[in-house]
């Protein structure tokens, strides 16, 4: 029996394991998992965004999140919260985000675990505002957060986007607590 941090219905969302690196490298080379982002993640990249996961979580009580399946207690990627700090008028904020693996899309996991992250977010963490940001093109992140209870602030050119013509353009939503 896994230590959840804490669960939704059919999600447990826990710290990060060495164990998880592996996992989430398979989901990171995954090009479709990976449309929307300028490269895949290399086994190194996954193990560098793993300890700043660790870290975050250790400092700020929060981080995208390890999330498995509560019925079989499998990985299937990650749902949270993390800091964003680039250029932007709207940062430093707090985003939420997901990455789950192409045997997890269209059961409703996003949009599950992101719920119930926002309510940590909230709750827990008692934060006023959680934004999220994806390029325009990634229709389905943008309905998570349309599903989720988010408004759309604004569209902008990701000033980390500049050199990808076709993700560069995206859009901001936000919810207040």
């Known amino acids: 029996m896994k230590n959840y941090l804490f669960k939704s219905s059919r999600l447990g969302f826990r710290t990060w394991q060495k164990e998880d690196i592996d996992k989430m490298t398979v989901i990171n080379m995954d090009k479709e998992v990976m449309e929307f982002f300028p490269t895949t993640r290399t086994y190194g990249e996954t193990t560098i965004f793993v300890d700043r996961m660790q870290k975050q979580f250790s400092t ?3 981080c995208y999140f390890a999330v498995d399946k ?3 207690e499998s990985f299937i990627g990650f749902i949270g919260l ?3 700090n680039y250029q932007a008028d709207f940062t430093p904020c707090i985003d939420i985000g997901w990455r789950l693996a192409k045997t997890a899309w269209n059961n409703g ?3 599950e675990g992101a719920k119930r992250c926002l309510e940590f977010g909230f709750e827990t963490l008692h934060l006023e505002n959680i934004y999220s940001v ?3 093109v990634n229709t389905k ?3 998570v957060m349309k ?3 988010m408004q759309l602030v604004k569209t902008f050119n990701h000033p980390q986007l500049h050199e990808h013509v ?3 353009n995206c859009v901001l939503y936000k919810i207040t607590h």
Request: charged content about 35%; aromatic content about 8%; glycine content about 8%.
């Open 134 to 136: 994806t390029p325009v």
């Open 147 to 149: 599903k989720i209870g």
């Open 141 to 143: 992140s943008e309905e």
């Open 166 to 168: 076709r993700l560069r």
């Open 109 to 111: 996991f996003a949009t």
């Open 60 to 62: 700020k009580g929060y």
């Open 82 to 84: 993390s800091e964003q």
């Open 70 to 72: 509560l019925t079989d």
